[in-house]
C-alpha cells in the first residue's frame, strides 16, 4: 500500500490554520472545544471523510466517525475503528492529535488505492476533548465512548465562564444523536507522536507501544502558623511553605530513586496554592497537587506511601499538620498482544525500524483498552518536544509511521 506524503501533509497544514498562533519559533496552534477553531477542524474533516466516501456519524458528546464499508465485508461485523483527536492545549503543536485523526484516514485511502478489501468495516475517529484544555477533563470524549463516564455527565462540565460543553457544542453544530460505543469494535488503533527521544534516539521510524502509564494523582495539604514576616522571629515560625519545600524535594528525590528500577517512574508536583498568600505574611497554608506515574502499579504506590513518610516526618520536625488524599488512581494500561503481533508484522511489512516502548503520556486509547483490543503507536518527534509550537514532526517520518498504521489495521481488519 502506497500512502502519499502530500496528501497527508496537506491535510495536516490546512488543519493547521485553524486557530493558529503566532510563533517565534515553529508553528502553533490554540483549539479548544467548542471554539470557532473547533468547528473549522471539524467541518474540514467531515468533508476529507465525505471525500473519502465514508458514512460520517456524531455522537452527543461530538464524537466524529467515519464508516468505511469495503466491496466485500461483512457490514455487520465488529469494526476497526482507528483515530485520535483535533482538539489542542493553548498554544499547542500542529501534530499532537491531527496526525493520529488524519493517518487514520489516509490509511483508508491507501488501502482504497491499492484495493485492499478486509473483512471488516473501518471506522475513523476523532474524539472530543482529549486535552482537556476547556472543559477541565482529559480523554472526555473516548471516556464516554467506551462507558467509563455518562453523556449527561459530560455534557454538564463547564468551563471557567460557566458555558457547558453541551452548549458549546451546539453552539458549533457538532452536537449529534448517532452513537459511538466502543465496545462494538472489533480492535482500535492510534497513531500518536512520541512526545519523547526514545525514537530518535534509537533511529527508529516507529514506536509499537506495550503499555500505557497508570497516573496516581493527590492532594497535598500543610498547614502552619500565619505570622507576621518582619516581627515572627525564625526560630518562632510554623512555616507551610518552608515545609511544603521540603516535601517537594523528597517527592523529587523518590522519584529519581524508583526511576532507577523503571525508566517510566516520575513523580511532579505541578499546582499549588499559598495562603494567605502575601509578601509579609509567613505563609499558613499550602496545597499541593501531584501527578505521579509509572508502568507499575506496585511502583506508583511506593511513590505515594513515600510521600506519607516524608509528611509524617515533617510534621514531627516542623511542627505543622498534614494530609494526603490520592484521589485519582489509574492503573497502567497494556496494550493487546493481538495489536502488538499486527503492528510488530506491519512494521516489518512496511519498511520500517520499530521498537517496543511504554507511554508515559496519557492517551485515547488507554480508555478504548478497558472494552475492546486497543493498541497504539508512535512517530517520532524531533526533539521531544510538545505542547508547544516546537512540536515537530518530520513529513517522511510521518508517512513512514502512517505506512505501518495502515498495514496494522489491514491485518486487524482482515482477520
Not at 43 to 68: H, K, M, Q, T, Y
Not at 97 to 117: F, N
Request: glycine letters at 10%; proline letters at 4%.
Amino acid at each position: 500500500m502506497h500512502v502519499d506524503v502530500d496528501r497527508l501533509r496537506e491535510d495536516i497544514e490546512a488543519n493547521a490554520r485553524f486557530g493558529a498562533v503566532d510563533a517565534s519559533e515553529g508553528v502553533g496552534r490554540t483549539v479548544l472545544t467548542g471554539s470557532e477553531a473547533d468547528r473549522q477542524v471539524r467541518e474540514r474533516f467531515v468533508e476529507r471523510l465525505d471525500a473519502a466516501g465514508l458514512s460520517v456519524r456524531v455522537d452527543p458528546v461530538g464524537n466524529i466517525v467515519g464508516r468505511w464499508e469495503p466491496d466485500g465485508c461483512d457490514p455487520d461485523a465488529a469494526p476497526v475503528a482507528v483515530g485520535s483527536h483535533l482538539d489542542s492545549v493553548p498554544r499547542g503543536g500542529i501534530f499532537d492529535g491531527p496526525l493520529g485523526v488524519y493517518a487514520a484516514l489516509e490509511s483508508v485511502r491507501a488501502m482504497q488505492s491499492a484495493d485492499v478489501s478486509p473483512d471488516r468495516p473501518v471506522e475513523v475517529v476523532s474524539f472530543t476533548e482529549e486535552e482537556g484544555g476547556r472543559f477541565g477533563t482529559g480523554t472526555l470524549g473516548s471516556s464516554v465512548a467506551s462507558g467509563q463516564r455518562p453523556a449527561a455527565e459530560a455534557l454538564s462540565l463547564t468551563d471557567d465562564d460557566g458555558v457547558s460543553l453541551e452548549a458549546a457544542l451546539r453552539q458549533i453544530g457538532f452536537g449529534g444523536d448517532d452513537t459511538v460505543e466502543a465496545g462494538r469494535w472489533d480492535s482500535w488503533v492510534e497513531l500518536h507522536i512520541e512526545q519523547g527521544t526514545t525514537l530518535t534516539d534509537a533511529g527508529a521510524g516507529v514506536g509499537i507501544v506495550d503499555s500505557i502509564t497508570g497516573i496516581t494523582n493527590c492532594k497535598v495539604r500543610i498547614t502552619g502558623e500565619a505570622d507576621h514576616a518582619g516581627s515572627t522571629p525564625m526560630d518562632e515560625r510554623t512555616d507551610a511553605l518552608a515545609a511544603a519545600s521540603e516535601f517537594v524535594l523528597d517527592l523529587e528525590r523518590a522519584g529519581r530513586e524508583c526511576a532507577e528500577t523503571s525508566d517510566a517512574a516520575v513523580a511532579t508536583a505541578g499546582k499549588g496554592t499559598i495562603a494567605p498568600n502575601a509578601r509579609n505574611i509567613v505563609p499558613e497554608r499550602v496545597e499541593l497537587d501531584l501527578d505521579i506515574r509509572d508502568s507499575d502499579h506496585d511502583t506508583m504506590t511506593r511513590m505515594v506511601e513515600r510521600c506519607r513518610e516524608s509528611l509524617t516526618r515533617i510534621a514531627a520536625d516542623r511542627g505543622v499538620e498534614t494530609s494526603l488524599d490520592r484521589y485519582r488512581d489509574s492503573e497502567p494500561t497494556p496494550c493487546s498482544d493481538r495489536f502488538l503481533s499486527a503492528a510488530g508484522t506491519a512494521a516489518t511489512t512496511a519498511g520500517v525500524e520499530s521498537v517496543r516502548l511504554s507511554s508515559g503520556a496519557m492517551h485515547d486509547t488507554a480508555n478504548v483498552a478497558a472494552v475492546t483490543d486497543a493498541g497504539l503507536l508512535f512517530a517520532p518527534s524531533e526533539g521531544g518536544y510538545s505542547h508547544s509550537p516546537r512540536e515537530w514532526t518530520d513529513w517522511d517520518d510521518c508517512a513512514a509511521a502512517t505506512a505501518v498504521l495502515a498495514e496494522t489495521v489491514r491485518a486487524l481488519a482482515s482477520a
